[in-house]
């Protein structure tokens, strides 16, 4: 019984890390979007709060910051920073997930995308107080947004698409252990 629960939680953190390296993989595509360049969503980010308020036993927090930490390097971020704000974030949100089962989707919306708020801003006040070179600000707020916009259709493709669903209030697995 043990062997199919650990089973079906590295077969979701493959999935995980399959699913970032695609991402990347089409971020690091040079397709010309055409006039504008406006910043897309942080799909990775996304995933990764939509994964860990649904099964935080799926997303742990050492791959989270692997994949974030190599998005770093290939996107020619400062090394570490985003990793460090976006793994802040996971742990809050990872610290309010019981609370959030019964939650409506409104409102775990709204815990995400003040989150992602918290995050942005305290980003790119470091990078100001350190002087750092960092995009328009104007384009960091547009993909704060955009990865907010985006939260809903990516909850959507983990519960529709991956079969990812909240834990239910008072659930127990096979061994009779609270999840």
Not at 77 to 92: D, H, K, N, Q, Y
Not at 132 to 143: S, W
Request: proline share 8%; net charge positive.
């Amino acid at each position: 019984m043990a062997e199919v629960l650990v089973t079906r939680a590295w077969r979701y953190r493959t999935l995980f890390a399959v699913l970032a390296f695609l991402i990347v993989f089409l971020r690091l595509l040079p397709l010309d979007p055409g006039p504008g360049n406006l910043p897309g969503p942080d799909l990775l980010v996304g995933l990764a709060f939509a994964w860990v308020l649904r099964r935080p036993d799926y997303v742990p927090v050492l791959l989270v910051a692997a994949v974030i930490l190599t998005t770093d390097v290939f996107f020619l971020r400062p090394l570490g920073l985003w990793t460090a704000c976006v793994i802040l974030g996971l742990e809050f949100l990872r610290a309010r997930e019981p609370f959030s089962r019964d939650l409506p989707f409104l409102f775990e919306w709204g815990v995400v995308a003040t989150t992602i708020v918290f995050m942005t801003l305290g980003y790119v006040l470091i990078l100001a107080l350190f002087a750092v070179d960092q995009p328009a600000l104007g384009l960091t707020l547009l993909q704060m947004l955009a990865t907010i916009l985006a939260y809903p259709l990516i909850v959507l493709f983990s519960a529709r698409v991956i079969g990812l669903k909240k834990i239910p209030p008072g659930a127990v697995d096979q061994l009779g252990h609270r999840l």
